[in-house]
């Protein structure tokens, strides 16, 4: 019991986010300290280039490169973290793994720091919770930051081994269209690395541009989505005297169409896979129509005619059973009938016009062929009087 509290308590309190941020600081902070311990003859970059002068810092060994950018890029990400971004929260999960990755695989260095950002990366997983923001903004600030860290720490690196690439990167205009390049994974060939730190070195900015532009875009464009989903449903929520029509057919459809071309408010449900019958202009609520949550969700209470139009009579029938047992129902219901031998057991549930489609054409084209003349008021007749009760 204490252990699930402890857990709970992880996940969704503010401290919790703020602590996390706080020792993500530190981390980073530690990070780059141990890297900056030696220092080096300082070169004039002027006199003798900015790549001689890079290397001559003796602060950053080629290896050291990523870990720095990656610590700094934690730094800024965690102010974000302090906000409950939970974009700020997925790309410093990644980052530390990486951080673990590269301690073990590539230094060999399975210390002090390794083990605290293995322990800071499983302490974010728990409190996943704790970070429910969801911002535009945010993304696009976190995505803008990783971004710049990526091309920062590209170029600097393409420029520490500028001459183990052919032709040499001497320049920082050579080292920006390279790491442009890399991170893009166009990979046009006019630079090519010719060492195995090189090879492994663009290996690195290649997955980390992948893992950034990836992550970036996909979170983005799920916020948009999730943003337009709600709009719908705030503009749904406010409907009222509306149609709603249930089912997935092609009668379903045009009714729909044809409603909404009058000006009239009208809301469509269906399952996801089936939901390609209707226009893209069309409000569609996808669910199970059998749920009383999907029908409350259409704002059921306030409909004046909710239509179940499936093309399974079973399935028109669990509906109006599920449609009975919404509260406070004042929408007059209207079902359609597939086969004839199953009018008297849908007619027990009471809807208030049930209509079958396959008598109402059996009798006119009966007309039509023994040529009795038909007219609008004959057909509003076989309609109200014959096949609607």
């Known amino acids: 019991m204490k252990l699930s509290a402890v857990v709970n308590f992880m996940e969704t309190s503010s401290f919790s986010r703020k602590t996390m941020s706080f020792l993500l600081i530190l981390n980073s902070l530690f990070i780059i300290y141990s890297i900056l311990l030696s220092r080096g003859v300082y070169l004039d970059w002027e006199i003798h280039g900015f790549a001689d002068w890079l290397k001559s810092l003796g602060i950053l060994k080629l290896l050291d490169i990523p870990k720095v950018m990656l610590a700094s890029a934690l730094i800024l990400l965690s102010f974000f973290m302090y906000m409950g971004a939970r974009i700020a929260w997925c790309v410093s999960l990644i980052l530390l793994v990486t951080i673990v990755f590269l301690d073990v695989a590539v230094y060999h260095q399975a210390g002090t720091q390794a083990y605290t950002s293995l322990a800071l990366a499983i302490v974010l997983v728990i409190s996943r919770r704790a970070f429910p923001h969801h911002s535009l903004t945010s993304a696009g600030f976190v995505a803008f ?5 990526l091309l920062c720490f590209s170029m600097l690196g393409s420029l520490y081994i500028g001459d183990e690439f052919k032709p040499h990167i001497t320049t920082l205009m050579d080292a920006f269209y390279f790491s442009i390049v890399c991170m893009t994974t166009l990979g046009f060939g006019d630079i090519v690395p010719i060492s195995s730190n090189a090879r492994m070195f663009t290996l690195t900015v290649v997955i980390l541009g992948i893992t950034v532009f990836t992550t970036s875009i996909v979170y983005v464009m799920g916020f948009l989505a999730r943003g337009t989903r709600d709009i719908v449903k705030k503009r749904i929520a406010k409907m009222h005297d509306h149609f709603i029509i249930i089912g997935s057919s092609m ?9 909404r071309e009058q000006g009239k408010p009208v809301i469509a449900i269906c399952s996801d896979k089936k939901q390609a019958m209707y226009d893209k202009e069309a409000n569609i609520i996808e669910g199970d129509p059998t749920n009383v949550k999907t029908l409350q969700t259409a704002n059921i209470r306030q409909a004046s005619w909710v239509a179940t139009l499936s093309e399974s009579d079973a399935e028109n029938t669990f509906i109006l059973l599920t449609i009975q047992e919404c509260p406070d129902l004042q929408a007059k219901l ?8 199953n009018r008297e057991k849908i007619s027990r549930l009471r809807p208030d016009m049930l209509l079958s489609l396959a008598s109402l054409g059996k009798e006119i084209m009966m007309k039509v062929l023994c040529g009795e003349s038909i007219n609008s008021s004959d057909v509003t007749d076989l309609l109200i009087n014959k096949y609607l009760k």
């Open 334 to 341: 209207i079902t359609i009938i597939n086969k004839d031998e």
């Open 145 to 149: 930051i990783c971004t710049i860290s």
């Open 251 to 259: 009668l379903a459809a045009q009714l729909e169409k044809g409603l």
